[in-house]
């Protein structure tokens, strides 16, 4: 099982960027996706989760309105498209898969940076 992000890097307040998290060795259209992130000294947190089939989204406040979760299941990948950004989304970004059923199953990509900073 592999979850590998992309798409990190450094970028200036109010600029954009997209992570992408590639899935395999798992049956990717039937787990749920998240995106977490976690800053410095800080406790990761939810960023955003999409179901199974992508028909039902959530989000943190905080990011409410700017970043957007998406996924192909014909590719295996869940995306986090993220505008307007803040120096307070600096954080380790990293992808998450779930299924909850008769027995639980949980997979969590290694992360990647974002830095938003001028």
């Known amino acids: 099982v592999q979850l590998v992000e992309s798409g990190g890097g450094l970028v200036q307040p109010g600029g954009s960027l997209r992570l992408s998290c590639a899935a395999s060795?798992?049956?990717?259209?039937?787990?749920?996706m998240s995106w977490y992130r976690q800053a410095p000294g800080k406790e990761r947190e939810l960023v955003a989760g999409i179901s199974s089939a992508g028909g039902s989204t959530n989000y943190a406040d905080s990011v409410k309105g700017r970043f957007t979760i998406s996924r192909d299941n014909a590719k295996n990948t869940v995306y986090l498209q993220m505008n307007s950004l803040k120096p307070e989304d600096t954080a380790v970004y990293s992808c998450?898969?779930?299924?909850?059923?008769?027995?639980?199953?949980?997979?969590w990509g290694q992360g990647t940076q974002v830095t938003v900073s001028s």
């Open positions: 998450n898969a779930r299924y909850s059923g008769w027995r639980d199953y949980e997979y």
């Open positions: 060795g798992f049956t990717f259209s039937s787990y749920a």
